[in-house]
């Protein structure tokens, strides 16, 4: 496996060998011990000398359920310390199969605004890296750069990118990205780390892993074993099978129960239980939706191999999808925590957070 590591500042790129300290890291593992190791607790978060590290999980690009994870970690903007935040997607499955354990993204270009994305693909014997000017997308809605992006270099592809928010350098804007229907919904949400991507003068990675080797197994077999039978436990629990708490609820399950516990994040976090905190629970997403469409709508994977699939949908009364999906967190943070416990406003600022 290799450290890829990009230099926005002359945008060049060099693959390393990965370090025996990182060999049997990935994930939050190795994007915090990177950060820790390589980038001064002095510097600016939004300056050089951070460093932004994308790293799959460790059993990312395996049979292994639910385990299409990516990492993102650097020094946050938000809290001035080192920040990891991670996402369901496509992409974690994708980096892991071109045996690229980390992802480093270091410098920025000397003159501030100006934007790239990353062309990252296979070709017969490592990964190789392409910048592509990136000016033409800045300010525009995610929605929209992705299916141009889409359109561009294929279905096949897999997309990580910073919206309006990390541009103008927002402390808490995320990285964005793509699902199973090639949308940007899938966010690093925690830490401002969109800022930082954003500060490199990256606007996007553009993954294309065809081609790639695939992952390689110590023991195959007993690999298998282990990931069959910890499918066949996801699929018989209450909480994780088909049609279970978080396949029928979303992680808006946790609304009320976390209410009832006096813990529901409320009117900045003044207090922890909400009136209104019922009317935005999983539950009642769900009851709208079979109301507004005359049917049950169980929710969708996030990510491939995900057999929980607790991706919900929000659908507006005349039947049209308002947003995919609102979490438990962004559900506290723009409904309770504000006082709001109106469901399509919710997801109406949800889809504007997309944005």
């Not at 080192?82 to 045996?99: D, H, W």
Request: hydrophobic fraction near 40%.
């Amino acid at each position: 496996m290799w450290m890829l590591r990009i230099d926005m500042t002359d945008r060049s790129y060099k693959l390393e060998a990965v370090v025996e300290r990182y060999q049997k890291l990935g994930g939050r593992g190795l994007t915090s011990t990177l950060v820790y190791d390589e980038v001064a607790p002095t510097c600016h978060p939004l300056g050089p000398n951070n460093k932004l590290v994308f790293s799959a999980g460790i059993l990312s690009g395996t049979p292994a359920p639910s385990s299409a994870r990516i990492s993102i970690g650097g020094k946050s903007p938000l809290t001035g310390g080192i920040k990891e935040s991670n996402a369901g997607t496509g992409f974690a499955p994708a980096l892991a199969k071109m045996r690229i354990k980390g992802l480093v993204i270091e410098g920025m270009p000397a003159e501030k605004g100006e934007y790239w994305m990353i062309h990252l693909t296979w070709n017969g014997a490592k990964p190789k890296v392409e910048f592509l000017p990136a000016a033409e997308y800045v300010g525009e809605d995610l929605y929209v750069s992705y299916a141009k992006l889409y359109a561009r270099f294929g279905k096949r592809v897999h997309v990580a990118g910073v919206g309006k928010a990390g541009e103008l350098g927002y402390r808490n804007s995320c990285v964005a990205f793509n699902d199973m229907r090639r949308k940007p919904t899938r966010f690093s949400g925690r830490g401002g780390l969109g800022a930082v991507m954003a500060s490199k003068g990256l606007k996007f990675v553009v993954l294309n892993s065809e081609g790639a080797p695939g992952v390689e197994y110590a023991d195959k077999e007993l690999f298998m074993q282990g990931a069959k039978k910890l499918r066949a436990a996801l699929g018989e629990h209450a909480l994780t099978k088909p049609q279970g708490a978080l396949n029928t609820y979303g992680t808006c399950v946790l609304v009320n129960i976390i209410n009832e516990a006096g813990a529901f994040p409320t009117r900045n976090f003044r207090t922890g239980r909400f009136a209104g905190a019922a009317k935005i629970s999983g539950e009642a997403i769900f009851e709208n939706n079979k109301q507004r469409l005359g049917r049950e709508i169980y929710n969708h994977a996030c990510s491939p191999g995900c057999v929980i699939q607790c991706s919900n949908t929000v659908y507006a009364e005349n039947g049209e999808e308002i947003v995919s999906c609102v979490e438990y967190e962004s559900d506290w943070a723009l409904g309770a925590d504000c006082g709001i416990d109106d469901l399509d406003a919710i997801a109406k600022m949800v889809k504007l957070c997309n944005a």
